[in-house]
């Protein structure tokens, strides 16, 4: 037999060794252990492991205790700190493994229905009308360049908060016949502008034909609140002008408590609503400092308890939760917070803020005869698996109410300025 054709051999043989091997229980579960462990202060991940392996911490001896049984491997994390898991078989090392150990957060899931009302920053432009002057139709505002969706901030060089602020401006110009000189914020950039009202013939008054709104107001779900700041997280998502259906610059805004009155159920094509009024009190319970993708934030000034879990509780990050049941905390009747069976269907680890990152489907057979599903209103309700926070509800499947998309914790936790990596991050009110 020619080397050559012992060389074909050995390689088809190799390779076919090498397919097996790598096809095998073991190899499957050495190759399942990745090559970056994160993990919180307290908490233990343990993994499946065949082989014989012996595991060698190096940077971390004293912060993490390593458990090799016949079939698994454990880490137990003790406190924080960085550092290498070495893999060795036989002697020889196989696998690095690195590990970070993060300090122990834990926050309190909220789930109560809550009313939001927000003071824009300036006054948002919201559409045009035509004033009926001596020669004709015509909106001030678009004239002078005005669009949907600009807000306006400053007149002839004095801020301006809300809509009557604009008034005096608007009577002095029209008598003097001096445009007023406007400072627009579009696209988070500073135009300036010039308007000149016109005198509407009919009631003789002077209007600049914008349709303007200095304020909103809804309903939605605490997702969770820190017990040492009072920090909080709620919707999960951004509020948008119903109008212009963009992000409303936030100058300043409350959160009070709210009551479920009824249920307008979901069907495919109609998503169903909560419909909820403000607690007879008015009582404010928190200010909202912050409108992002990921929600609100603010600070809490009221406590509040949803009688389930008043306790602080772990978080998960989002390359830690798994697809399977889960629950979720929400409000359908009055203000008493219930806890629903639902799936979490697909999970993807997202290394950076993003919004989507959960699908979830609800399987509890009580929510889904109540309200078909996912509502609006329950946008923020907080989703909670293996005893630890994941998430929060965030937007209903319009043909399809049963499901819908949740945000991870991990991304409204940044965005409260709850650093979780233990520093406390400054975010601008």
Do not use: C, W
């Given at each position: ?17 090498f397919v097996v091997i790598s096809m095998s229980k073991p190899m499957k579960e050495y190759l399942h252990i990745p090559k970056q462990i994160v993990m919180f202060e307290e908490e233990k991940v343990s993994f499946a492991s065949a082989f014989p392996v012996h595991a060698e911490m190096k ?218 009024r403000f607690s007879a009190d008015k009582e404010v319970i928190g200010n909202i400092t912050n409108n992002s993708p990921f929600g609100i934030f603010g600070t809490l000034s009221k406590p509040v308890q949803n009688g389930l879990f008043d306790e602080p509780m772990p978080i998960a990050l ?81 043909n399809d109410p049963t499901s819908g998309y949740g945000v991870y914790i991990e991304w409204m936790l940044n965005e409260a300025g709850i650093d979780i990596y233990g520093k406390q991050k400054q975010k601008a009110s």
């Open positions: 037999m020619s080397a050559e054709i012992i060389r074909k051999m050995m390689g088809i043989f190799l390779l076919v060794s940077g971390t001896s004293h912060s993490v205790d390593v458990i090799k049984t016949e079939d698994s491997l454990s880490i137990a994390a003790k406190q924080r700190n960085d550092g290498q898991m070495i893999l060795n078989m036989g002697g020889m090392p196989i696998k690095q493994v690195n590990v970070k150990i993060l300090p122990s957060l834990k926050v309190i899931p909220g789930g109560q229905s809550i009313g939001v009302k927000l003071n824009t920053l300036g006054v948002l432009v919201v559409g045009y009308h035509l004033v009926e002057t001596e020669d004709g139709k015509k909106s001030p505002g678009e004239l002078a360049g005005i669009q949907v969706g600009d807000i306006i901030t400053n007149v002839n060089g004095k801020e301006i908060e809300k809509m009557s602020d604009l008034s005096p401006f608007i009577e002095e110009a029209g008598k003097t016949g001096q445009p007023l000189q406007l400072q627009l914020l579009r696209d988070q950039r500073s135009i300036a502008t010039k308007l000149t009202p016109l005198k509407d013939k009919q009631d003789h008054a002077y209007r600049i034909g914008l349709y303007i709104r200095d304020s909103a107001a809804g309903i939605g779900t605490m997702t969770f609140f820190d017990p040492i700041s009072k920090k909080y997280g709620a919707l999960g998502h951004v509020i948008s002008d119903m109008d212009t259906r963009r992000p409303i610059v936030v100058q300043d805004g409350q959160i009070m408590k709210s009551t479920v009155t009824s249920i307008e159920k979901g069907s495919s094509g109609n998503p169903g609503e909560k419909l909820a989002s390359h830690q939760v798994k697809e399977g049941p889960a629950k979720m905390l929400t409000v359908i009747e009055d203000d008493k917070v219930e806890a629903f069976d639902i799936e979490i269907v697909s999970s993807i680890p997202q290394k950076f803020p993003a919004t989507k990152g959960l699908v979830i489907r609800v399987t509890d057979p009580r929510l889904l005869k109540k309200t078909g599903g996912i509502v609006q209103g329950m946008s923020g309700s907080p989703i909670i698996q293996d005893g630890k926070l994941i998430g929060a509800v965030t937007h209903v499947f319009v």
